[in-house]
């Protein structure tokens, strides 16, 4: 059986929309059905933002946060420059720390944990840039707030060990982050205690 070409890009759009986290073939189908049958007050509005979003967004230079600008919001605030330097793994959790609305500091984004079989090492997390920006910066405290799974811990460590020629304090988050818990599935609270009861890793 040969598939009907697709005329309309209908099928292309599902295929798409299917590569997103939580969304396999069926709901991608649903979802764009139930686009199509809001086009104007739906989809067209959508399209536009993505495309604008598209354009617009880039990574901080300096931390990784999405912006779009060359230098994110946070590290262009001079208030920020506070000598605390957050490290999260992703943007999602920077976002997650931000709505919480508890630290004033400044950030660096990973991009992920190491893992040898993502061909993610230290050169591609950043951490040699890490550890120049926490002399450069005069960075006093790096707080290393990087989920409870076995990948980001020894992530961790091994941060917490290329950081000993600086002489900053290295704090991780306190207890309330759950075993195996990923950092922006924590309610603004708990984060919030997580954070203000960091200890000394
Ligand atoms: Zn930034």
Same mark, same amino acid.
């Given at each position: 059986?040969?598939?009907?070409?697709?005329?309309?890009?209908?099928?292309?759009?599902?295929?798409?929309?299917? /590569?997103? #986290?939580? +969304?396999? #073939?069926?709901?991608?189908?649903? $979802?764009?059905?139930?686009?199509? @049958? /809001?086009?104007?007050?739906?989809?067209? #509005?959508?399209?536009?933002? *993505?495309?604008?979003? =598209?354009?617009? =967004?880039?990574?901080?230079?300096?931390?990784?946060?999405?912006? %779009?600008?060359? *230098?994110?919001?946070?590290?262009?605030?001079?208030?920020?420059?506070?000598?605390?330097?957050?490290?999260?793994?992703?943007? $999602?959790?920077?976002?997650? *720390?931000?709505?919480?609305?508890?630290?004033?500091?400044?950030?660096?984004?990973?991009?992920?944990?190491?893992?040898?079989? !993502?061909?993610?090492?230290?050169?591609?997390?950043?951490?040699?840039? +890490?550890?120049?920006?926490?002399?450069?910066?005069?960075?006093?405290?790096?707080?290393?707030?990087?989920?409870? &799974?076995?990948?980001?811990? %020894?992530?961790?460590?091994?941060?917490?060990?290329? *950081? &000993?020629?600086? &002489? $900053?304090?290295? &704090? %991780?988050? =306190?207890?309330?982050?759950?075993?195996?818990?990923?950092?922006?599935?924590? !309610?603004?609270?708990? +984060?919030?205690?997580?954070?203000? $009861?960091?200890? @000394?890793?």
């Amino acid at each position: 059986m040969t598939r009907p070409p697709d005329e309309t890009g209908i099928e292309t759009l599902i295929q798409l929309m299917s /590569r997103l #986290p939580g +969304l396999g #073939p069926r709901s991608a189908r649903r $979802a764009v059905l139930a686009m199509l @049958k /809001r086009r104007a007050q739906v989809m067209a #509005p959508l399209a536009q933002s *993505l495309a604008e979003v =598209a354009l617009n =967004a880039r990574d901080c230079r300096i931390c990784g946060n999405i912006s %779009t600008a060359d *230098l994110c919001p946070i590290c262009q605030d001079p208030s920020r420059a506070t000598g605390e330097l957050c490290v999260v793994e992703d943007v $999602a959790d920077l976002w997650a *720390l931000e709505r919480a609305g508890v630290f004033r500091g400044r950030y660096q984004v990973l991009g992920g944990t190491l893992s040898a079989l !993502d061909g993610l090492g230290p050169e591609e997390l950043g951490i040699p840039r +890490l550890v120049a920006r926490v002399s450069d910066e005069a960075v006093t405290e790096v707080i290393l707030a990087l989920s409870a &799974t076995i990948d980001a811990q %020894t992530t961790a460590h091994y941060i917490a060990d290329a *950081l &000993t020629v600086t &002489t $900053a304090q290295i &704090t %991780t988050l =306190a207890q309330g982050v759950p075993v195996g818990g990923e950092l922006d599935h924590l !309610d603004d609270g708990t +984060l919030g205690a997580a954070l203000r $009861a960091r200890r @000394k890793l």
